[in-house]
């Protein structure tokens, strides 16, 4: 069983920026995949920003592309993202998640924090 535990949300003004970091339980961390949703109100929960397992395959989505930096490190068992130039669009819960080797599917999640962002 995995426990993620994200921190950093809060309120920020329009092209601010906020550092959310996820902070994983366990010892096989660096074998997991990591990715990063997000939820706003009426919305499905769409993903943002992945990374692989060693951290040499990343994507996003393009509406964050060039705005956003998901990253990790392995020894602390932490992934972060980092948002710059947010936009009252970005307002939302955000979640961390993991993905088991093999998985095709993010097998756990934090428990979400709050990005709101005011124009």
């Known amino acids: 069983q995995v426990q993620l535990v994200e921190s950093g949300g809060g309120l920020v003004q329009a092209g601010g920026s906020l550092r959310l970091s996820c902070a994983a339980s366990?010892?096989?961390?660096?074998?997991?995949?990591m990715g990063w949703f997000r939820q706003a109100p009426g919305k499905e929960r769409d993903l943002v920003a992945a990374?692989?397992?060693?951290?040499?395959?990343?994507s996003y989505a393009d509406s964050v592309q060039g705005r956003f930096t998901i990253s990790r490190d392995n020894a602390r068992n932490t992934v972060y993202l980092q948002m710059n130039g947010l936009k009252p669009e970005d307002t939302a819960v955000y979640y961390c998640?993991?993905?088991?080797?093999?998985?095709?599917?993010?097998?756990?999640w934090g428990q979400g924090t709050q990005v709101t962002v005011s124009s």
């Open positions: 998640t993991a993905r088991m080797p093999f998985s095709l599917t993010y097998d756990y």
């Open positions: 366990g010892r096989a961390f660096s074998s997991y995949a």
């Open positions: 990374i692989s397992s060693s951290g040499g395959r990343i």
